[in-house]
Structure formats: C-alpha cells, structure tokens
C-alpha cells in the first residue's frame, strides 16, 4: 500500500490545503484553492511522464532536447466536485482530453449511484487521471475507476486532495493497479461518512450549495 499511495507533503500544497480546510473560506477562494493544489498535485503525478530527443534550432545553433514522448493524457473529472480540479490540471496539460463520470452518494447508504459517463472515444490509446477531492468511503472514487476500467485506457491514476485511511483501504484492495495522489491523509470518517478534520463537503463549498 505504501507504493501505491503518494502523499504529496510539498509546502506549497500543504499551505494552500490549510487556507481550503478553514471553514471560513468563501467559495471563490475555495474553488481557486482547489484548482491550484490540484495544478501542483498533476505536476507531481505526471513525472513518470516519458521523454524522447528532438532536435530544434535556437537563436544560438542546433540544439538536441527532450519533449514529452507522444503520451496521451486523458482528465476524468468525478461530478461534481471533481470538476473544480481540471482547470488546475488543463493549466498543465492543455492538450489532454476530458471525460466526465457523474456520481453522487446516497447519503442514507453512502453508496455511489452514477447519472452520467461521457469518456474520449479514444480513451484505448490514453493514460487516465481521475479527479476528485474527496476519497471518504472509497466507494465513489472505486466505482468511477471500475467504469473506466471496461473502456481499457492505456494507464489509470486516481488524484484527490483529502483521503481517509478507510477509503484508501477499500480502493487499494479493489484496484491495487491505480496509484493513488494526495495532499493529505486525515484521521477518519465520522458517523456520517465524512472525512475529521477534513474540508467538509468540497461539491458544496466549491458551487455556493452549502
Ligand atoms: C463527494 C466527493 C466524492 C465522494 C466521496 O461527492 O466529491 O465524490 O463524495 O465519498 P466516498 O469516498 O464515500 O464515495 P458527493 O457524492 O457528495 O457529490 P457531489 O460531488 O455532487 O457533491
Ligand atoms: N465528500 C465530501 O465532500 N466530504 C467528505 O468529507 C466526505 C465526502
């Protein structure tokens, strides 16, 4: 599990993440915040990113470097609060395609009901990145990544910014496959299924819908 799990403890992170937990935030700082930790977090999750050498010419003479080798990225947003991730990510990768898998939880059962999937019909020939702030359960990050999983992308990654132990628990035993990154690992899930201390409900604090 420790393999498959990256924290990512970069100052930057860990100071923007203090601001976003802080109940106190409004929703436009809030949605700024998450974008740019998730900007900071695609930095770090796409430096296995292989290169090739290309020769170019600059002002000086001819010059061989290195340019990302043909890699395909795909971003798959978990709806909602998924999508306040993906500026932050495109920011980094603008040629990357973006799909879309609409979950919500149940709150009686928190178990996950998906409403939409929308992937790139090339999704074969591309590594996936799957976005979403919250890893609580496990179950929505889990059922997301199953769905993707039957369109055979090349590679999956799972990138949030607050996990719980449990959820990361369920999701390593059900896709030991999927490297997972975050800012943070708190304590645990409260009664209700939230993460403590966690940022409380991230698709509500990032839309205004609290
Ligand atoms: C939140 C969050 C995750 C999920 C995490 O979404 O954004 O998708 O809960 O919980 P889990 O790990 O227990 O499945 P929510 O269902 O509240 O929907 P929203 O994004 O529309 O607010
Ligand atoms: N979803 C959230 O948005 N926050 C939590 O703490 C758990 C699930």
């Known amino acids: 599990m420790e393999n498959q799990v990256f924290v990512m403890n970069h100052p ?47 002002p000086m003479g001819m010059a061989t470097t290195q340019v990302i080798a043909g890699r395909k990225l795909a971003f798959v947003p978990i709806l909602r609060a998924g999508l306040g991730m993906v500026d932050g990510v495109l920011a980094l990768v603008p040629a990357a395609k973006v799909g879309h898998i609409g979950l919500y939880r ?68 059900v896709h030991p496959d999927v490297h997972v990154y975050c800012a943070a690992v708190d304590e645990k899930l409260n009664e209700v299924g939230y993460i403590v201390p966690g940022l409380g409900d991230a698709g509500d604090r990032i839309f205004g819908t609290l």
């Open 106 to 173: 149940d709150h009686e059962t928190l178990q996950p009901v998906e409403y939409y999937s929308k992937l790139p019909s090339d999704i074969k020939e591309r590594d996936v990145i799957v976005l979403d702030p919250m890893l609580a359960t496990g179950g929505s990050a889990i059922d997301a990544i199953s769905i993707i999983k039957r369109s055979c992308p090349k590679s999956i990654k799972f990138m949030c910014i607050i996990a719980a132990p449990e959820g990361i628990k369920a999701f390593t035993e």
């Open 12 to 58: 930057l992170i860990q100071h923007k993440l203090t601001h976003l937990r802080n109940k106190t935030t409004g929703s436009k700082e809030f949605r700024e915040l998450v974008s740019e930790i998730a900007m900071l977090e695609c930095y770090e999750a796409t430096r296995d990113l292989p290169l090739e050498d290309t020769q170019i010419e600059t």
